[in-house]
C-alpha cells in the first residue's frame, strides 16, 4: 500500500520529553517504519518547525518524512496550530497531484482536518480514505483540564464531525472507543489496535544506571500537570512514613531543574515545601538510547497521569521487567494488569501511590514476578510489528467502505 501519515505537530525524527513532543512522535515513528518493514510505502508529512529542516528525508527503505511549510518555521505550541491546516493540506494535495495514496492516516484531530480537506479535494485526492486516530479527546481533555485547556474553541465540534466524517477511526484503548461513542460517533467504523514499544531497544536484558539510594522510583514522560508527576513528589512523605525514607525519585523528561520550564519549577518548589527535595531529581530531556539503562535502574515505574490516551511509558517499563504503578485510567487500565504487571492505583491519591510503592519495595520477590510477567506480555502484545498488522486491518477496512461507497452512486447519466 501507499500510505500517508500526518502528523502536524509531532515529528517522527523530534528529540522527546518537551512539552509537545512524546508518545505521538513515538507511535507515528515506529508505525511508520514497522509499516515499512511490512513493505509498504510511507511517506509522514509534518510541519517544518525550524528553517534549516531539509524537505524531504529518507528514514529507511519505504519510509520517507516531508517537511511541509505550515505556518512560521518555528515552534508553534500544538494548540496554537489550526490556522495552519489548511497550508498543510494545500502541501499534501499538491504532493499527491502525481500519485495519490491508498489510505491517509491522521494523527491528532487537527492533522485530520488537515486530512480530509486534502483527501476531499481534486481528482487526486477525492476518493483517498482517511483513518483518523485522535491520540487525546478534547471531551475528556476538558472535563480533566476546564479552563485551563488550551485547545481552540473549534475542537468542540470540529473534533466530533471529523469522527464523523473519517472512513475509520482507530482507537489506542477501549476506554477511548466508549468516550468516541458517548461523541455521537458510530462504533461499527472503530477499531481498536494499541501503541506498541520497541522490543529491540527495550529489553530487561543489558547494562543498568547506578541509583544513589536503596530504593529507586521512576517517572518519565512530558513535564505537564496532566502527567501527575507532582502526585509522585506528594507520596514521597507518605512512603517515609510506611519505612521507606532510603528512596529517590528520578524525573526524565521536561527542561530540567535550572531552566526555564515552569512545570519543572513547580516541582522542585512541591519538593521543597514538603521536605523531600534531597530525594527528588529532575534530570530533563533524556535521549531514547539512554531509556532502557534508566528503566532498568528503577525499583518501580510510576505513571500516575489524570487520564492517558494510551501511555507508552508503563510498555517500555514493562518490556524492561519493571513493575508499575499506575493510576486506573484510559489506556493503563488496559496496558497494566493490575498485580499481574504491576499495581493499579485510583486518580490523584498519593497516599495511594505510597502504599502501591511500598508493596513493591518491600518485596523483591513480587518486584520480580510483576517485572517477569510485565516483559512476557509487551513482548506477546505490543511488539510494532503487530500494532502495524491491526492497523492494516482497518486500512484495509477503510478502503473497501470507500469502494462501497463509491459503489452505491448512482452512474452518469442513469436513471435514478
Ligand atoms: N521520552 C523520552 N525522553 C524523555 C521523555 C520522554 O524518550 O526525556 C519518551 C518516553 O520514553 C516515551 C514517550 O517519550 O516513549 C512518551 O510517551 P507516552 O505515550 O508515555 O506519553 P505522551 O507523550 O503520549 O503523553
Known amino acids: 500500500m501507499r500510505i500517508s501519515m500526518i502528523s502536524e505537530h509531532a515529528s517522527p525524527l523530534a528529540a522527546l520529553g518537551g512539552v509537545d513532543a512524546g ?23 509534518t510541519r517544518r518547525d525550524a528553517p534549516d529542516l531539509p524537505t524531504r528525508v529518507r528514514v529507511q527503505p519505504g519510509l520517507e518524512v516531508v517537511h511541509v511549510d505550515a505556518g512560521p518555521a518555528a515552534y508553534v505550541p500544538k494548540d496554537d496550530l489550526l490556522p ?87 482507537a489506542t484503548c477501549s476506554d477511548e472507543a466508549f468516550e468516541l461513542k458517548a461523541m455521537g460517533i458510530d462504533t461499527r467504523t472503530v477499531s481498536i489496535a494499541p501503541c506498541g514499544v520497541d522490543l529491540e531497544l527495550f529489553s530487561s536484558e543489558g547494562p543498568a544506571d547506578a541509583k544513589r539510594r536503596a530504593h529507586r522510583i521512576l517517572s518519565v514522560g512530558r513535564l505537564v ?21 532510603d528512596v529517590e525519585l528520578l524525573i526524565v523528561g521536561g527542561g530540567g531543574t535550572g531552566g526555564r520550564d515552569p512545570e519543572a519549577r513547580r516541582l ?5 515545601s514538603l521536605g523531600v527535595a534531597g530525594q527528588v531529581e529532575l534530570r530533563g530531556q533524556v535521549p531514547r538510547d539512554a531509556m532502557p539503562g534508566i528503566f532498568r535502574s528503577a525499583d518501580a515505574v510510576a505513571c500516575t497521569p489524570w487520564y492517558e490516551p494510551f501511555g507508552i511509558v508503563p510498555l517500555e517499563a514493562m518490556a524492561c521487567g519493571i513493575p508499575v504503578v499506575a493510576a486506573a485510567v484510559g489506556g493503563l487500565t488496559d496496558s497494566v494488569v493490575d ?5 493499579h492505583v485510583p486518580p490523584r491519591n498519593p497516599e495511594a501511590i505510597a502504599g502501591a510503592l511500598a508493596a513493591l519495595l518491600a518485596s523483591p520477590r513480587l518486584r520480580t514476578k510483576l517485572g517477569r510477567a510485565g516483559e512476557r506480555r509487551a513482548r506477546a502484545r505490543y511488539s510494532w510489528n503487530r500494532v502495524a498488522e491491526e492497523t492494516e486491518k482497518a486500512y484495509r477496512l477503510a478502503i473497501a467502505g470507500m469502494a462501497g461507497a463509491a459503489r452505491l452512486e448512482p452512474m452518469e447519466g442513469a436513471a435514478l
Open 23 to 45: 508518545g505521538q512522535n513515538v507511535h507515528v515513528a515506529a508505525l511508520s517504519g514497522a509499516l515499512a518493514r511490512r513493505g509498504h510505502r510511507v511517506t509522514v508529512y
Open 84 to 170: 495552519f491546516m489548511g497550508a498543510l493540506a494545500d502541501a499534501i494535495a499538491e504532493d499527491w497531484a502525481e500519485a495519490a495514496p491508498d489510505v491517509v492516516h491522521a494523527h491528532f484531530w487537527m492533522s485530520g482536518v488537515a486530512a480530509l480537506d486534502a483527501a476531499r479535494r481534486g481528482p487526486a485526492g477525492s476518493g483517498v480514505p482517511v483513518v483518523q486516530t485522535f491520540h487525546a479527546l478534547g471531551t475528556v481533555k476538558r472535563r480533566h483540564q476546564g479552563a485551563d485547556d488550551t485547545s481552540p474553541p473549534e475542537r468542540r465540534f470540529l473534533e466530533p464531525s471529523l469522527g464523523r466524517a473519517a472512513d475509520r477511526i482507530i
Open 225 to 245: 500537570p496532566r502527567k501527575g508527576v507532582d502526585l509522585v513528589i506528594r507520596s514521597l512523605p507518605h512512603l517515609k512514613d510506611l519505612g521507606f525514607a
Open 268 to 272: 522542585v518548589e512541591l519538593a521543597r
Open 339 to 343: 498485580r499481574g504487571t504491576g499495581l
